[in-house]
């Protein structure tokens, strides 16, 4: 008998999809690659423009009659659009929808972090008072069940009281088939027209406070000093919330999706040392295309990973001495083929799978 899984897609159409977005559609993909016949995956999302990220996704989109903001505003009382033949339902965050679907179906969302307590600087009052009252609400619903895509974060969710019963650990994924990466002439001529010729340290993500881009730029002019094969700091990625002084770091700004592999794999170093994260997709993404990489002890995607040079975010000299001990990690091949194995297992078809289980 098929079942039908209505999944949120309403963070595609927002101003920055971010990790979100890439978790709806690396998690689509994977749903698709596993082919499984019982299941029909459709998308619900605002009305209005379909952006392009979502008419990509390999699945039948289905628009609620409300813009994004009021959508996400009536979905804790009101599930609109979500089909009444729905076996399943899942929020891929906090926004919703709540409920909906076919007597006996199953409802589920995806907590992802709670960075608005991590860092209250990241966001408005407004954005934390939003997340604050989600979580209430997720915790007063005894019936949703939650999938939390960070290690560490489902301790957490018990200790503010939510049972073990309803919580669930699912992978997320770092593989991505909807582009190949750049060849190096076209990485080359890219960082020509910011000046950057030979090696440099790669940045990638948004460009706000909490991401510590600061320490990193001081740590880098540090170990630069006595480690030119550095080379310069580039960073890639949009500007986030609140302001970020670069300094003299190459600001490169938001780049196609083949370019920035291209990039991670051109890099000498991968650098990434965020104060707090939720996950942290970047430096999975450096060690898949077998970059060596410098990564914070507060980023959870890789702060157990041995082949990542750990660093204290708050201190700048412990930044510069990782940076200049990543050098010392094997560039060649058979190193690149042990970063790429240690993350090997993250699919987004083995999340997709994670998925399909806490539905059963």
């Known amino acids: 008998m098929k079942r039908i899984l209505t999944l949120s897609v309403d963070q ?41 990220e979502a008419k ?40 919703g929808p709540f409920g909906g679907g076919a007597p006996g179906c199953v409802h589920s969302v995806a907590v992802h972090d709670l960075l608005w307590r991590d860092e209250p600087n990241a ?6 008072r939003f997340h604050e009252d989600r979580l209430r609400l997720l915790a007063r619903r005894e019936e949703i069940r939650i999938f939390t895509t960070s290690p560490g974060l489902r301790e957490r969710l018990l200790g503010e009281g939510f049972a073990p019963s309803r919580l669930r650990y699912v992978r997320l994924g770092v593989d991505d088939a909807a582009a190949g990466a750049a060849s190096e002439g076209a990485v080359r001529d890219l960082l020509a027209r910011y000046q950057v010729v030979g090696p440099f340290t790669l940045y990638a993500g948004t460009r706000e406070p909490r991401k510590n881009l600061g320490r990193l730029i001081a740590a880098h002019r540090v170990a630069r000093h006595d480690h030119a094969e550095l080379g310069p700091l580039v960073l890639c990625g949009p500007a986030g919330w609140g302001g970020v002084d670069t300094e003299d770091a190459t600001v490169l700004g938001l780049v196609d999706r083949d370019l920035l592999k291209g990039l991670y794999r051109d890099a000498t170093v991968f650098a990434y040392v965020a104060r707090a994260e939720g ?3 970047p430096p999975v993404e450096a060690l898949h295309a077998g970059t060596r990489v410098v990564a914070s ?4 995607s890789v702060a157990q990973n041995p082949q990542v040079v750990i660093v204290d975010p ?24 042990r970063r790429r194995d240690s993350v090997a297992e993250l699919t987004w078809a083995n999340a997709a799978r994670d998925h399909l289980e806490g539905w059963q």
Not at 123 to 128: F, L, M, Q, Y
Not at 325 to 334: K, Q, R, S, T, V
Request: aromatic content about 4%.
């Open 12 to 52: 595609l159409y927002r101003r920055q999809p971010g990790g979100i977005g890439t978790y709806v559609c690396g998690l689509v993909q994977g749903l698709a690659a596993l082919e499984r016949a019982d299941l029909e995956v459709l998308g619900l999302g605002p009305s209005g423009a379909v952006p392009p």
């Open 314 to 337: 708050l201190d700048v000299s412990s930044i510069a001495d990782g940076l200049a001990g990543a050098l010392e990690l094997d560039a060649g091949p058979a190193g690149a083929q």
């Open 56 to 95: 990509a996704l390999a699945l039948r989109l289905v628009s609620a009659p409300l813009p994004v903001g009021p959508l996400t505003r009536l979905w804790p009382v009101w599930p609109l659009g979500v089909a009444r033949t729905s076996n399943i339902v899942h929020a891929t965050s906090m926004a």
């Open 297 to 300: 002890s507060t980023t959870p």
């Open 279 to 281: 996950w942290g997709l």
């Open 123 to 128: 966001t408005t009052r407004a954005g934390a």
